[in-house]
């Protein structure tokens, strides 16, 4: 009895099979594959293709025509079309070799890089029911690889159908990644195969980043809006970015009494350099050379100088320091301090024509500042910042122990104690 039932079970899917009303999901289709219509490529390609494609067509249960009954057919209907890349065309094909679907398509080569592009046709209508593309390097090591990952899709929107994966982004314009791959700019409706997961991530400058794993069915159109909110313009919690930043500036003299009040420029010039990391929080390392003149210095203090000339004073300042930098976009405000080692230098001119020049050690010393920074293009900004300098003492390592000078020198180095320049840099984070 259980012998006799086996066998009518057997019949009975044996009679479906014959009559087309076995479940299309228990079924396997035949697929045509026409040769490839190749534009400055090898022909190597196509067999490499037809090898790849049928191999992941078997993995899935998908039959193959045969490619001589294909090439055959495509020879009798497409005279008019001797490649048969038109639907119609595709469709005749199918329809001569029994199969359900044709895929058809062409390959543009160049020195540079090699474009596959693809598209299936059914048996039953001569519309394009999908279409897929891929582009890689001509070397081989990348064109089959390539040509797997098409042969994949391929074989899945035909086992399992298509949908459509509908991505809008919260604020517009949003960059889209579907399972790792940039796939545009959203709003954006991209026909994916179904029955599967898929990965959908937003991105935009200035924003986080927000992402969903959705399932996309068969025949189903999934909407999926990624709504991202604004992050602040300098996250501390970010991998910290580093610039670099040339500056350029000048002296500015303060006033020296109550009955002196105007603050002027200086004869004299700042240049230098200075490298920050970090965000919210920078670290500064800065090396940056001063000259200017040393006022309030008696000149004629000592007949072998001459009253009329200024001292004129040199320094060499290597400076670590904090920065604070608001968190705002556009123009930034910030604040730093930090440290200072300055060697300081003072010449002065000789009553016979000639020149002294006399200088310090590295001295200790501090330093404060406050400037602004705005974005100029890209990576590229700008800094504009008032910075005060001083040593913690005059130092007289300018002079050798019980040496006796003329009393201008301890005036020039006293004075020349500190120093206020205001500097505009140009940076580059990198």
Excluded at 100 to 109: I, L, M, P, S
Excluded at 173 to 196: D, H, K, M, W
Excluded at 285 to 306: H, I, M, P, T
Aim: aromatic content about 10%; glycine content about 8%; hydrophobic content about 40%.
């Amino acid at each position: 009895m259980h012998t006799h039932r086996t066998l009518v079970s057997v019949g009975f899917a044996l009679l479906l099979v014959l009559t087309g009303m076995l479940p299309e999901s228990l079924r396997a289709d035949t697929v045509a594959l026409q040769p490839l219509y190749l534009e400055e490529a090898p022909d190597s390609l196509q067999s490499a293709w037809v090898q790849i494609f049928s191999e992941e067509a078997a993995k899935a249960d998908l039959q193959v025509a045969k490619t001589e009954d294909v090439q055959r057919a495509v020879s009798n209907v497409g005279d008019d079309d001797p490649y048969c890349l038109t639907p119609t065309c595709m469709q005749a094909v199918a329809k001569s070799v029994g199969a359900d679907y044709a895929v058809a398509g062409q390959v543009n080569g160049s020195v540079s890089r090699y474009v596959f592009e693809l598209w299936v046709v059914a048996a039953d209508q001569p519309l394009i029911r999908h279409r897929v593309s891929r582009e890689s390097k001509p070397e081989p090591k990348d064109v089959r690889p390539m040509m797997k990952e098409l042969a994949l899709e391929l074989v899945e929107l035909l086992r399992y159908g298509q949908g459509v994966l509908a991505i809008t982004t919260e604020p517009d314009a949003g960059r889209v990644e579907v399972n790792g791959t940039s796939v545009g700019i959203a709003p954006l409706q991209l026909v994916r195969p179904g029955e599967r997961r898929y990965e959908v991530k937003a991105l935009r400058p200035g924003y986080k980043t927000r992402s969903r794993n959705v399932f996309l069915a068969e025949n189903d159109t999934q909407y999926v809006h990624l709504k991202m909110s604004e992050k602040p313009y300098t996250d501390p919690m970010e991998i910290p970015s580093l610039r670099g930043w040339v500056t350029a500036g000048l002296p500015l003299y303060q006033p020296s009494s109550a009955l002196d009040t105007d603050i002027s420029w200086g004869s004299g010039s700042t240049l230098g350099v200075h490298v920050e990391m970090g965000n919210l929080w920078r670290v500064r390392f800065s090396l940056y050379n001063y000259q200017g003149d040393v006022e309030e210095v008696e000149a004629n203090v000592g007949s072998r100088f001459v009253q009329s000339h200024t001292p004129r004073g040199r320094a060499l300042v290597l400076a670590p320091s904090l920065v604070y930098a608001s968190r705002t976009k556009g123009i930034t405000p910030f604040l730093n301090a930090g440290l200072v080692w300055m060697q300081r230098e003072v010449e002065l001119d000789l009553a016979d024509g000639g020149t002294e020049r006399r200088r310090t050690t590295f001295l200790p010393g501090y330093l404060f500042g406050l400037g602004l920074e705005w974005p100029l293009y890209g990576p590229i900004a700008m800094q504009l910042d008032l910075q005060y300098a001083a040593t913690f003492e005059r130092g007289d390592t300018y002079k050798q122990d019980g040496e006796q000078i003329a009393p201008v020198w301890d005036r020039a180095f006293e004075t020349f104690r500190d120093f206020t320049v205001v500097r505009l840099g140009i940076g580059y984070r990198l």
